[in-house]
């Protein structure tokens, strides 16, 4: 029997009705909280994701603001634009949006974001705070994964965990907040990546698989035991001749195949795309609430 599907859109959707009454909370104080993305180049998939960040703060009632800015921009001028929404008490949530041209050093960046606007959770200041247990904001994909994982029953507690991949966007914060002795965390964590050695031994032992590598359909059903829970981050575009504009989207997993031992699994789309944008739209009400304390 193939494995339950794990609903990002579902989960997605409890997560931000959560947020309405803390959002009528602020109105109440005259705060609309306010999202800022910076976006460089034409890139199409940065392209899609601000405009379906917008998307999702609008049909939230966020105010949000996107800076286009072009793909020869220097460094500097990133930095002042910045440094100007920095200093907007309307906005209360910055991302620059990845990936940056070669121009532009992405620790100049993000180290540039006031760590209490910072709702993409790369400033190092707050990426020490997660890794202490004492997150400002969660970084927004791996709290996602944390938030899949307990909506759906699967608690990571005393469970070994296997991220394969070692990004700072995933992977490693993925991993200090599972390990973290706390609720829902408590997990005994492995980080496997493309210097793993025998990286199937690793995959087939994990109680929760989480596929992280962006590589499409790499991990396969020879990979997983039987009753694994996986989380599939992956958002891969392949070619499909039979698909509108001649591509579609693959996870990291080859999905059917590891199903069909799987207990439960996320699906791409569909599963984890769904929740980092709804924890990103939670860390800018987060931010919102902090920007009335002293």
Known sequence: MPGELIDGKKIADEVRAELKPRLVALAKDGIVPGLAAIIVGEDPGSKLYVKMKGKASEEMGLAHWTVDL?????????LDEVSRLNADPKVHGILVQQPLPPQIR????????????D????????????????????????????????????????????????????GKPLAALLMQKAKGANATVTIAHSGTRDLPSHTRRADILVAAMGSPRFVKADMVRNGVIVIDVGINRIPDATAKGGFRTV????FEAVRSKAKAISPVPGGVGPMTIAMLLANTVRAAELSGES
């Open 106 to 117: 992405l620790d100049a960046a993000v180290s540039a974001v006031e760590p209490r606007k």
């Open 70 to 78: 072009p793909e020869n921009v220097s460094e500097r001028r990133l």
């Open 251 to 254: 996870g990291d997993v080859d």
């Open 119 to 170: 709702v993409d959770c790369f400033h190092p200041t707050n990426v020490g705070l997660v890794l202490i247990g004492r997150p400002r904001f969660a970084p927004a994909t791996p709290a996602g994964v944390v938030e899949l994982l307990l909506r759906s029953g699967n608690d990571p507690g005393g469970k070994d965990v296997v991220i394969v991949g070692r990004s700072n966007i995933v």
